[in-house]
């Protein structure tokens, strides 16, 4: 199979959607005015908690929704005026859309006969996407005989058949289980890079957005907190939510003592830590130190930089293990690979605590 018609960038600008619901009260502000770019071939996820805009904001792109103020440009062309069915659009959807009464055959070649496409270009296009989708030899069964995995690849070969410029997934694995959800997110990201189209991921699972974003929009109530690769969403949070939401996050207030360039040092109980930054936050403000658990290191003797921790819970998970901490009188986790290497300690051991200050990250909000 052929690539896709040329990788077409993706602009919202100044996007927002209004819904006006009587039982909440007026208006619902389901996406306030944001500008977003997603370059050519780039897979682009939308992350947040149930209810922050990332389904609306995808539906506004995919035509389904219409934008309460705003333009969407998809590969230089003004779309927001346009319908869904002339966008050149991919959608898979959450829950497969899969015509129970069609073959997998069928279901595939379902978009090709609505072009008129003559039989034989049909037969090679859909024998084509489904090796790519590891389906062949399964085309006269129907969805209720194959598994749910099987269904997904079904409905994304469906989709990338017609060879959309740009492919939508709505939180396409959540009917999985685990160890499903894994193995199919390996495949789409492998899928989507080797036909390079330009798509857009829901999802509210960081790992999977981790995992297979170029790009990831983190949301809360409607607005966009950042926007970045993993690496800088997760190793350089931008403000507590982020922090928060994606993986999770070790936070010590601090208060500013002295302010140097890009260098801050800030109190935390009496410890001052020197941190590199990029806010210049003003001396004597708060801000809050952040650190992942696994990028603090625990023993049992304290050196002369190390602090005095005390382990309030252990939870043992083979390949890791994590520690509950109070340190520095906040609550502090840590975590330890490969346990078996080393001391496994037990409540209320007394530990010393390392918190390298080159792994530290601050944020004011």
């Known amino acids: 199979m052929a690539k896709t018609n040329q990788a077409a960038e993706i602009r919202l600008e100044n996007i927002s959607k209004t819904f006006h619901d009587r039982a909440r009260g007026g208006a619902v502000?389901?996406?306030?005015?944001l500008d977003l770019e997603i370059k050519p071939g780039q897979l682009t996820t939308l992350l947040g908690p149930s209810g922050c805009g990332k389904t609306t904001l995808l539906r506004m792109v995919a035509g389904f929704e219409e934008p309460t103020t705003g333009r969407i440009i998809i590969g230089g062309q003004d779309q927001t005026k346009v319908m869904a069915n002339k966008r050149d659009i991919?959608?898979?959807f959450q829950n497969y859309a899969l015509f129970p009464h069609m073959t997998v055959y069928d279901n595939v070649a379902y978009g090709l006969k609505l072009k008129g496409l003559p039989a034989s270009q049909i037969r090679e296009a859909v024998g084509d996407v489904l090796e790519?989708?590891?389906?062949?030899?399964?085309?006269?069964?129907?969805?209720?005989?194959?598994s749910g995995g099987e269904q997904q690849r079904v409905a994304l070969a469906r989709v990338i058949v017609t060879r959309p410029k740009v492919l939508l997934f709505d939180e396409p694995l959540s009917n999985l289980d685990a160890k499903r959800r894994v193995q199919m997110r390996g495949e789409i990201k492998a899928l989507q890079k080797m036909l390079s189209i330009t798509s857009i991921y829901v999802t509210h699972d960081q790992e999977e957005a981790l995992a297979i974003s170029d790009q990831i929009v983190v949301m809360n109530k409607g607005t966009i907190e950042q926007v970045g690769t993993p690496w800088e969403v997760y190793s350089q949070?931008?403000?507590?939510?982020?922090a928060n939401f994606v993986g999770t996050t070790n936070v010590l207030p601090a208060q500013v003592r002295e302010v140097q360039g890009s260098t801050m040092a800030a109190e935390v109980q009496g410890r001052v830590f020197r941190v590199q930054t990029s806010i210049s936050p003003a001396v004597g403000s708060q801000v809050y130190l952040l650190i992942r658990p696994e990028a603090a290191q625990i023993a049992a003797a304290p050196g002369e930089e190390d602090l005095v921790g005390t382990v309030k819970g252990v939870t043992y998970l083979g390949e890791k293990v994590e520690y509950d901490l109070e340190v520095l009188g906040q609550d502090f986790k840590v975590v330890v690979a490969d346990p078996q290497r080393g001391t496994v300690f037990e409540p209320g051991a007394q530990v010393a605590v390392n918190?390298?200050?080159e792994r530290l990250s601050v944020v004011d909000h």
């Open 29 to 33: 502000h389901a996406v306030r005015p």
């Open 90 to 92: 991919g959608f898979v």
């Open 132 to 146: 790519m989708v590891g389906l062949t030899g399964m085309e006269k069964r129907f969805p209720n005989q194959i």
């Open 237 to 242: 949070p931008r403000s507590l939510f982020v």
């Open 355 to 357: 918190i390298p200050e």
